[in-house]
């Protein structure tokens, strides 16, 4: 079965630009969250998709938004990109709904902001 | 609020050697604590899970970790490191809600 699919591996932004990033979950998975990893840091949670739904929200900024599709994937997207949000953007799926489901994590997208 | 401190930044061991990676958390209720590992440029995979019961959990590739709530820790361990484990290492806690909480990794340096 194939794992979590994030698209593009690698990405090169000037500030002030807009970025998205996609992913596919593993199928069956229902649950898609996103996190920021900052170089030399854990990952950082911005937001959890639920059958659609955003089910939690980290302490990012209103320019990080994001979105489920009926399929279950999702697009995270960045306005007005800032030098600091140059990191790896990983995205993870999991069954969710039990609190048990562990998360799996794709390869992620590299972010720069140049 | 709930986090989670890995207070080892760097790690070396010799090949061949017993490994032990520390982690704490501080959460008001027992969490869901959680073991991954990053290779350089990959994402992060799942090593051991902890919900409840037995508070010595075996993972993937030999690791294992133990729950201590007194000491509110969950370090992990493998009895003989291998140079392939060569990698960074998060612990994780995941709240009744939605969110995970990393800490900041260790990284750890297997030499010959």
């Known amino acids: 079965d194939a794992g979590v699919t994030q698209s593009p591996t690698h990405l090169i932004k000037t500030r002030g630009q807009q970025v998205t990033l996609r992913c596919s979950p593993i199928?069956?998975?229902?649950?898609v969250s996103w996190y920021q990893q900052v170089l030399g840091q854990g990952p950082q949670f911005i937001f959890q998709?639920?059958?659609?739904?955003?089910?939690g929200r980290g302490n990012f900024p209103d320019r990080f938004s994001a979105r489920q599709f009926p399929n279950y994937s999702s697009e995270l997207n960045v306005n007005a990109l800032l030098l600091g949000d140059s990191a790896l953007y990983l995205c993870?799926?999991?069954?969710?709904?039990?609190?048990?489901?562990?998360?799996?994590f794709g390869n992620g997208t590299r972010l720069t902001v140049t | 609020a709930q986090s989670v401190t890995q207070p080892d930044i760097h790690i070396t061991v010799s090949e061949g050697a017993s490994l032990e990676l520390r982690c704490n958390y501080s959460?008001?209720?027992?969490?869901?604590l959680f073991w991954y590992v990053q290779s350089p440029g990959q994402g992060l995979q799942l090593l051991l899970k902890?919900?409840?019961?037995?508070?010595l959990v075996q993972g993937i590739k030999g690791f294992e970790a133990e729950f201590k709530r007194s000491q509110s820790s969950f370090n992990l361990r493998k009895p003989s490191v291998h140079w392939s484990d060569a990698a960074e290492y998060f612990c994780?806690?995941?709240?009744?809600?939605?969110?995970?909480?990393f800490g900041t990794g260790t990284s750890l340096t297997v030499i010959p």
């Open positions: 199928s069956g998975h229902k649950s």
């Open positions: 998709y639920y059958e659609k739904e955003e089910r």
């Open positions: 994780a806690a995941r709240n009744t809600g939605n969110q995970f909480y």
């Open positions: 993870a799926s999991s069954l969710g709904g039990q609190v048990n489901s562990p998360l799996h």
């Open positions: 902890y919900f409840s019961g037995d508070t």
């Open positions: 959460y008001g209720a027992t969490p869901y």
